[in-house]
Structures are given as structure tokens and as C-alpha cells.
């Protein structure tokens, strides 16, 4: 059974730091190119960064420069640390692991960025 688990979201204030977690079972998770994205409410949801299992990286370009997303394969985890938080970075934000037509999602976690 493959089970994503987000950890880290809370509410913080505007300019403020947080690290997401997202510790993956039941992958071979070093094969996975790994995601986070993010769910404002009455949005789409959309891609905030993206890390190949060969290390690249790719950023939406509003969080470029803030956001850092890194991948640690011997604890199966992915993180997302976030910095200079913004209030229209409140969203929900979910990890993805991907391989081809094999595609997971981790359940969420809030993220309030609110003064």
C-alpha cells in the first residue's frame, strides 16, 4: 500500500519560514520524480516545485527564490522549506509522487500565512 504523508503546515505570520515534510511508503522512492502543489480555495491546483530523482529542479515563478524543495532518499522524504511566506501562499499543499502512469498523492496540509 502506498501511503504520502505531509507534515509541517501551521499558520505563520507574513515574511515567516516553514518546512514542509512528506515521508513516502510502498515506492521504491528513489525512482520517483517527487512534487509539491498547492490549493488555494476556488483555485486550481498548482504545481509550487518539482525535483527529479536525478536531483533537477523546477519552481513555479512565484516561489522561485523563496521556496527550496530537496529530496533525502535514505528517509524516503521530500521537504519543501518555505521562506518569505506570503499571504497568497495559503493554500493547501500536497506532495506527488510520480513514475510513468503511476501517480500519488499525500492527503495535505494546511498552510495559513496570515498576520
Known amino acids: 500500500q502506498v501511503q504520502l504523508v505531509e507534515s509541517g503546515g501551521g499558520l505563520v505570520q507574513p515574511g515567516g519560514s516553514l518546512r514542509l515534510s512528506c515521508a513516502a511508503s510502498?515506492?521504491?522512492?528513489?525512482?520517483?520524480?517527487l512534487g509539491w502543489y498547492r490549493q488555494a480555495p476556488g483555485k486550481q491546483r498548482e504545481l509550487v516545485a518539482s525535483i527529479t530523482n536525478g536531483g533537477n529542479t523546477n519552481y513555479a515563478p512565484s516561489v522561485k527564490g523563496r521556496f527550496t524543495i530537496s529530496r533525502d532518499d535514505g528517509k524516503n522524504t521530500v521537504y519543501l522549506q518555505m521562506n518569505s511566506l506570503k499571504p497568497e501562499d495559503t493554500a493547501v499543499y500536497y506532495c506527488?509522487?510520480?513514475?510513468?502512469?503511476?501517480?500519488?498523492w499525500g492527503q495535505g496540509t494546511q498552510v495559513t500565512v496570515s498576520s
Open positions: 510502498g515506492i521504491i522512492f528513489s525512482n520517483y520524480e
Open positions: 506527488n509522487g510520480l513514475r510513468g502512469w503511476r501517480s500519488y
